[in-house]
């Protein structure tokens, strides 16, 4: 567990689409393919995953990473842990019993109270990953395993970098709202591959929820001349390279 003193660590949280629609069974359910994903997101304890000080939340987790996490290895790596471990998941399963995910990403002074974590980053990840923007960003993208809104702190400390995969023009600056919080933040949606989709949208489509800060934004597919895919961008550029 770690110090009740505060001291600076990375966050993570997610939680599952539709919990509360399901019955008993199907949440004992989305609790145990919960705690699957997590454990097969790290196969390898790579991300030292065993180590995290977890606080479970039923339909969620809350995890507090340990001192000496490199974060940009961290979040790159367990979000593809997240994407490779939903698809084997999910890929047996209907549309009813699919599990799907809203991931968020802080970073703060972190103490442990008497019931729990104590932290402003703490309370500010929970709001992000319950707010309308995460829960809109998986409506709008029916084939999308997971979202993911990483903080600006953690934009700006880590994923504006472009270390160890993290590329942040598959990010944009997005306001989430909830009752007494608003805050900025960066919002990532992974791109379904070719070999995996059949769910949902169209094959050749990746929609997006509409933006809320007064902007629209399209997604687009860089091909080369011999029409191998360079990658997607898309978004405000203002906000991504200004």
């Known amino acids: 567990m770690i110090e009740h003193r505060p001291l600076r660590r990375l966050v993570v949280t997610f939680?599952?689409?539709r919990y509360s629609h399901r019955d008993h069974d199907g949440q004992r359910?989305?609790?145990?393919?919960?705690?699957?994903?997590?454990?097969?997101?790290d196969p390898e304890q790579r991300l030292r995953s065993l180590e995290w000080d977890r606080q479970p939340q039923g339909d969620a987790i809350l995890a507090v990473l340990p001192p000496g996490t490199v974060e940009a290895e961290a979040i790159s790596d367990f979000i593809g842990g997240l994407y490779s471990a939903l698809h084997h998941?999910?890929?047996?399963?209907?549309?009813?019993?699919?599990?799907?995910?809203?991931?968020?990403?802080d970073q703060g002074n972190i103490a442990v109270g008497d019931n729990g974590f104590v932290g402003?980053?703490?309370?500010?990840?929970c709001r992000v990953r319950d707010s309308d923007l995460l829960r809109d960003a998986l409506a709008h993208?029916?084939?999308?395993?997971?979202v993911v809104a990483?903080?600006?702190?953690v934009y700006t400390d880590v994923v504006a970098h472009g270390e160890h995969e993290l590329y942040r023009w598959e990010f944009t600056r997005r306001t989430a709202e909830a009752k007494n919080f608003s805050?900025?933040?960066?919002?990532?949606?992974?791109?379904?591959?070719?070999?995996e989709r059949g769910r949902g949208a169209s094959p050749g489509k990746s929609p997006v929820a509409p933006t809320t800060d007064g902007?629209?934004?399209?997604?687009?597919?860089l091909r080369d001349s011999q029409g191998a895919n360079l990658g997607r961008v898309g978004g405000d550029f203002n906000n991504h390279f200004g």
């Open 15 to 17: 939680d599952a689409e």
């Open 29 to 41: 359910d989305v609790q145990t393919g919960i705690t699957e994903v997590m454990r097969a997101a």
């Open 89 to 105: 998941h999910n890929r047996s399963r209907n549309e009813a019993y699919r599990l799907r995910l809203r991931v968020s990403f």
């Open 120 to 125: 402003n980053a703490v309370v500010a990840a």
């Open 141 to 146: 993208n029916p084939e999308a395993d997971l």
């Open 150 to 153: 990483v903080s600006d702190s």
């Open 183 to 195: 805050a900025p933040v960066w919002l990532h949606v992974p791109e379904v591959r070719e070999d």
């Open 215 to 221: 902007f629209s934004f399209t997604e687009v597919d």
